[in-house]
């Protein structure tokens, strides 16, 4: 049994097999999906999905989050958090806020937009006492000193980590989850140190699907199923065996998410 504890499902990669892709994260052995929100309208979007699928016994079951993505902070309406809100309060399968975060990579965001939003979406998530799902790039400064500003009030997971020591300590100190993409797979990737280090009970897997892909698929769009490879690549890393890795790193996503059966 496996968790993909990010994904984007409602992306437009996957209007033309939706369900088949589901369908073959089943027979991959991942039995529990997070389905990720970037903006209002794509929240409502999970929220559907969530509806239309979660009654088909042949498919994982799904979970869904709600938020807004830094690349978007610079476009939402000055409603819409007020409306994921309300959605997260509203389906019983909303298990998490997010994402939110920085992003100082691209900047397609002006900073003290990203800024004021990812911390409006911490506040958000200590009201509702839901986890929070955070992107951080090139911003782990930033990122650290919204973290420390809530401490223990709020919990949280940085999602595709690819930080520094200094960030991944904060979260460490403070409780937090951390999560692994197919970026783990890429033959530059060199912070190996740093997942050797994560105790288990704080680490995750996931895909990011439709982005991110796995070696040997890199360069193709990346799916569910292929969280597999993620797990398999983190166990090669940390000198475990992949099925331990499968299984701890699932019962921290059923734990963090609090995906009940």
């Known amino acids: 049994m496996l968790v993909d504890s990010h994904c984007h499902l409602t992306d437009d990669a996957f209007d033309g097999d939706r369900s088949e892709a589901l369908l073959r994260a089943r027979a991959a052995g991942v039995e529990r999906i997070v389905v990720v929100a970037s903006h209002r309208v794509d929240a409502e979007r999970v929220a559907?999905?969530?509806d239309e699928a979660g009654s088909v016994a042949a498919f994982p079951r799904l979970w869904g989050t709600a938020g807004i993505h830094p690349h978007e902070a610079g476009g939402a309406s000055p409603g819409d958090l007020a409306a994921i809100r309300g959605l997260i309060g509203t389906h019983p399968r909303m298990v998490a806020v997010g994402e939110t975060g920085l992003d100082f990579h691209y900047d397609l965001s002006p900073r003290d937009v990203q800024e004021a939003l990812f911390r409006q979406h911490m506040s958000l998530a200590e009201e509702l006492g839901l986890p929070v799902v955070v992107h951080s790039r090139n911003a782990d400064e930033a990122t650290a000193r919204v973290l420390r500003e809530w401490g223990a009030r709020v919990r949280g997971v940085l999602h595709c980590y690819t930080g520094g020591?200094?960030?991944?300590?904060t979260a460490m100190e403070l409780g937090w989850m951390v999560s692994f993409t197919g970026i783990v797979t890429f033959k530059k990737y060199a912070a190996q140190d740093l997942v050797r280090g994560i105790p288990r009970d704080?680490?995750?897997?996931?895909t990011d699907a439709p982005y991110l892909a796995p070696v040997p698929h890199r360069g193709r769009r990346n799916e569910p199923a292929l969280v597999v490879r993620v797990a398999e690549e983190l166990a090669a890393i940390r000198g475990e065996d992949p099925e331990a890795v499968m299984g701890y790193t699932s019962r921290n996503a059923e734990r963090f998410f609090n995906l009940s059966p």
Do not use: I, S
Not at 165 to 169: E, R
Not at 202 to 206: A, G, H, I, N
């Open 165 to 169: 020591g200094a960030l991944l300590d």
């Open 48 to 50: 559907r999905l969530l």
């Open 202 to 206: 704080r680490l995750m897997v996931e």
